[in-house]
């Protein structure tokens, strides 16, 4: 079977399994296995997937991060990093072990599985720990498991497409809350610059792909002077941001908010653009639909996403998902700035002229019908209530079948009123607004079979008026 091709669907869930004994505490390469997990997942059929973390608490990370993330201080890093574990889509049930020898077990009974897709899982883990204690050892499982994209565009190449991250639907819920308040007519961009050698708790590694900070900042106050419809939202730890940034008007830091990763994640994922230094937080971008800029793209980083040096764009990016090693200068940020905005730009001023458009026809439409409409609810107005008016007098004179054929005559008229407003296509607004004549109770019960004839709903409603009429009735 193609490697491409999903296999029959499979009723047990597929086992990932992250230790970090041989894999990092970095956000960027758990994104980058969890695409490559539900590659997997979806090669064998698996339709859910099981997440089985390992964080021995006497030895919680792999040898090049051993220095800074202690028995003392892993508890932490977990915690930040455990919403992006949950950007898999299948996530069904995480399971988290501090006891390597409970992790063990666990895994022991995953091994009585005959799925061989569950078997290789298994295999590919036990290889990795036996190889654990060196640098050199763990450089092929870094390579095939976090950081090499060779997979991936083999997987793009034969399929045409890569499976995409999503947030969880709580912190999307909340993002979305969040952008709405920032208004309708706002262009988001998400935004993260590395500066990792501004913060003392992490590694300082790759101080190459630190951000060129006075770039980006003159960017920025440009951008708040000359486009006053955009905000950016600054993400990552506050501890690599100097403080100037979040004195800009159009700068938001989510963090200050009481936000974590897992909103911002989800904040990628419903901006109008992501825009920042080669980081985790550019990994959450690369595996959306998002239009992006990623900079600080090396040859090295060239290599692992397997484009040639100088290349702009990943085998599996659309039009609007750029990568560039360029200089970070003021002039490139915003070049590369300029092209979503004006795109943002002309969907909006399109979207609001068809919206004008509307509102004229509808506008023309009232002025050409409504004294139309007018004469025929006056005429027909009064109908129904006369009848509902003589039914129930008829009622309690205990005259139950002359009512009832009253209370069907009355139904019967209910719709040539509103056959004859939808004949018109008005806004629904004018129809209600010319129906508020009618009593309260009378009115709500037209607007329900205007709207929605022969629904359940507008059948319970005449149903309870009959049962009204003849409660009114002597026994």
């Known amino acids: ?124 883990h036990e290889e990795a720990l036996s190889h654990s204690d060196t640098l050199e050892g763990l450089a092929p499982t870094f390579h095939r498991e976090v950081t090499f994209h060779d997979d991936i565009n083999a997987y793009h190449a034969e399929t045409g497409f890569v499976p995409r991250l999503a947030s969880s639907s709580a912190y999307l819920q909340e993002a ?34 630190d951000a060129d900070y006075l770039a980006w900042f003159r960017f920025l106050d440009l951008v708040h002077r000359k486009f006053p419809h955009v905000r950016f939202l600054l993400l990552g730890k506050l501890q690599e941001k100097p403080v100037q940034t979040l004195g800009l008007p159009n700068v938001i830091a989510p963090r200050l908010l009481g936000m974590s990763l897992g909103h911002e994640l989800a904040l990628i994922q419903i901006s109008d653009f992501y825009l920042g230094s080669t980081s985790g937080f550019a990994a959450m971008a690369m595996f959306s639909d998002v239009p992006y800029c990623i900079t600080k793209f090396t040859a090295p980083s060239c290599e692992i996403v397997g484009i040639p040096p100088n290349g702009s764009r990943l085998p599996f990016g659309h039009e609007s998902q750029v990568v560039t090693g360029a200089p970070e200068t003021q002039e490139m940020l915003l070049a590369h700035f300029l092209k979503p905005y004006r795109a943002w730009l002309a969907k909006r001023n399109d979207k609001n002229e068809k919206t004008k458009e509307e509102r004229d026809a509808i506008g023309l439409a009232t002025s050409q019908h409504f004294q139309l409409v007018n004469r ?55 129809i209600l607004g010319r129906l508020q004549r009618w009593s309260e109770a009378h009115e709500a019960a037209l607007q329900e079979i205007a709207f929605h004839p022969g629904s359940p709903e507008a059948r319970q409603l005449l149903e309870q008026i009959s049962g009204i009429v003849r409660q009114l009735s002597p026994s």
């Open 1 to 124: 079977m193609p490697t491409g091709s999903p296999a029959p669907p499979c009723t047990e869930a597929y086992p990932a399994i992250y230790d970090f004994s041989t894999l990092p505490y970095a956000l960027g390469d758990i994104l980058t296995w969890s695409v490559k997990t539900l590659i997997r997942a979806r090669q064998g059929g698996f339709e859910k997937v099981d997440l089985y973390l390992c964080c021995d608490a006497l030895a919680p990370a792999s040898v090049p991060q051993r220095a800074f993330i202690t028995p003392e201080s892993y508890q932490l890093h977990l915690l930040e990093l455990l919403p992006a574990f949950h950007c898999n889509p299948l996530v069904e049930n995480l399971h988290i072990f501090t006891d390597r020898r409970e992790f063990a077990k666990a895994l022991t009974g995953l091994g009585r599985s005959s799925n061989p897709h569950v078997i290789a899982a298994l295999r590919r």
């Open 176 to 209: 979305l809350s969040f952008r709405k308040n920032l208004g309708e007519n706002i262009f988001v961009v998400a935004m993260q610059f590395r500066m990792r050698q501004a913060d003392v708790t992490m590694d300082g590694v790759d101080p190459e792909r």
């Open 376 to 430: 025929s609810i006056e005429q027909l107005r009064g109908v129904p209530l006369r009848s509902m008016t003589r039914a129930v007098a008829l009622s309690t004179k205990g005259e139950h079948v002359a009512a009832l054929s009253l209370i069907d005559q009355a139904l019967q008229e209910m719709p040539e009123v509103c056959a004859c407003l939808r004949n018109f296509h008005l806004n629904r607004a004018v």
